[in-house]
């Protein structure tokens, strides 16, 4: 799962107009989160595993990136053109993330697919969205070498009268 939040968190950091680019770590739910807006929050679950073998299980995951914006003031038709651009830039920043993040893998995982793209609850004040990636890979474990559990001991028994 790493593998997959280190790719999308680099190719996150050249999208135009994020000021803050992290894995997601509950920055949202804090009085004053610690980031810069506009922000993108990434996060990896797997809901579902796949057991093929005791070795081998396919991980079925979902990649959810929240992007969130700070909102000063509220919208309205009077609005200066300016600060409806300002607004609104939320949602050119979600078309801009797609864009990147779209068929997006490497040798690891299957490309990421989007499944959703929802409003979530914020601290007041705050845009979020989150957009839902879906992704799979095979997970091989690799097992150990197995020592005995008890080691060559020679054993002495002798018996007093």
Same mark, same amino acid.
């Given at each position: 799962?790493? /593998?997959? +939040?280190?790719? +999308? ?5 050249? $999208? *135009?107009?994020? =000021?803050?680019?992290? =894995? ?17 929050? !990434? ?6 595993? !796949? ?6 299980? /396919? ?13 000063? =003031? ?6 200066? *053109? /300016?600060?409806? #651009?300002? #607004? ?10 797609? @864009? $990147? ?18 409003? *979530? ?6 845009? =979020?969205? $989150? !957009?839902?990636?879906? *992704? ?5 474990? !690799?097992?150990? #070498?197995?020592?005995? $559990?008890?080691? @060559?001991? #020679? ?7």
């Amino acid at each position: 799962m790493k /593998e997959i +939040i280190r790719d +999308i968190l680099k190719r996150l950091s050249d $999208v *135009t107009g994020l =000021a803050y680019v992290s =894995a997601d770590w509950g920055q949202l739910t804090m009085e004053q989160p610690p980031v810069e807006w506009p922000c993108a929050l !990434v996060e990896v679950t797997v809901p579902a595993y !796949v057991t093929s073998s005791v070795e081998i299980q /396919e991980a079925r995951a979902v990649v959810s990136v929240t992007l969130a914006d700070y909102i000063n =003031a509220g919208i309205s038709p009077y609005m200066l *053109t /300016e600060e409806y #651009e300002q #607004e609104m830039r939320i949602y050119a920043i979600i078309d801009r993330v797609h @864009d $990147v993040l779209q068929g997006l893998n490497t040798q690891g995982y299957s490309p990421l697919v989007r499944a959703s793209t929802r409003k *979530t609850k914020a601290i007041p004040g705050v845009r =979020a969205f $989150v !957009v839902e990636y879906e *992704t799979q890979w095979t997970d091989e474990a !690799v097992r150990a #070498e197995l020592s005995p $559990v008890r080691p @060559d001991v #020679e054993v002495n028994v002798s018996c007093k009268k």
